[in-house]
């Protein structure tokens, strides 16, 4: 099928203006898809400086406010989108956070917060998407995920704990809603070229890389290739799928 001949897909990306977010945002629209970054309206300069960096895309992606931990701000946001821009036929679920630290030393905030950003904030938006989706047969629905949830990682039981959860939540909402059209699917990224990695030390990084037979960090655009193939209209038979974008850092069958 030829770009033109594409349907118009309304696709809502969370975490849009970051590093692996903004990439998605850039994909999504290039396939004609009518794109809307959802993101904290409380990082301003980011904001601005994402605008500039999609500006050549014209009205293709949009920025919205949202806070993913909150359950109504999420309908909210898909409320207003609806007015705005039409039914929402995509969501990447990439909002994301880290609040590392030892079990032992791990407070209860930590847990929490990242709880409710990394897992509730999956969950709140799949929430006010998916009866609208499934009525109207047709739904793509990609959560982001981690090759950390898949390993587990030192100083990372409450980020290990809610990736590898994102993945439960995934296969469990695919079986939900796989006669609808409605597909669900998670990309699990391995270790990416983006600032969270970039403030590892330099010793630990080289240490890192030495560890990923590709020999090279992931970059944004290798992410957001698998969530495109993903979100594809004629992706309908890939379901409760997890696509592991690592470098071969880990693998399993
Ligand atoms: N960078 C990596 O190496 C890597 C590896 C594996 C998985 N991931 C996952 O990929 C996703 C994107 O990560 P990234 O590297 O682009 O990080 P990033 O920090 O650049 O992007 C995350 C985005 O989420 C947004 N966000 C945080 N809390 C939010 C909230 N409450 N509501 C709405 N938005 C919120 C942030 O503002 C930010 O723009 C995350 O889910 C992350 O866990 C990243």
């Known amino acids: 099928m030829s770009r033109s001949a594409l349907p118009t897909r309304v696709a809502l990306v969370t975490g849009g203006i970051g590093g692996i977010g903004t990439e998605i945002c850039r994909q999504l629209a290039r ?24 500006a ?26 609806g007015q705005r821009h ?18 032992r030393k791990m407070t209860p905030q930590q847990w929490h917060e990242l709880m409710r950003v990394n897992l509730d904030g999956v969950f709140n938006m799949c929430r006010h998407v998916v009866e609208g989706m499934t009525a109207r047969g047709f739904g ?8 950390n949830g898949q390993t587990g990682q030192f100083g990372q039981t409450n980020y290990s704990a809610a990736k590898a959860g994102v993945h439960g939540f995934s296969m469990a909402l695919a079986r939900e ?4 059209g409605v597909t669900v699917n ?10 969270m990695v970039a403030a590892v030390p330099v010793d630990i990084r080289a240490q890192i890389i030495a560890g990923i037979p590709v020999g090279r960090l992931g970059a944004p655009a290798d992410i957001a290739r698998a969530v495109a193939f993903l979100a594809a209209d004629d992706a309908g038979y890939i379901t409760g799928a997890n696509l592991p974008v690592n470098g071969g850092y880990f693998m399993s069958f």
């Open 56 to 81: 050549g895309f014209g009205g293709a992606i949009v920025f919205e406010p949202i806070d993913v931990s909150d359950f109504d701000s999420c309908r909210q946001a898909v409320e207003r989108i």
């Open 31 to 54: 396939a004609g898809r009518q794109v809307i970054a959802l993101d904290l309206a409380s990082r301003e300069e980011r904001v601005a400086a994402f605008r500039d960096e999609v």
């Open 177 to 180: 809603t796989a006669r609808k």
């Open 186 to 195: 998670t990309v699990s990224p391995g270790y990416c070229d983006t600032p």
């Open 86 to 103: 039409g039914s929402v036929d995509i969501l990447i679920n990439a909002a994301g956070i880290t609040r590392d630290a030892s079990l």
């Open 140 to 147: 793509r629905i990609v959560n982001i995920s981690s090759v």
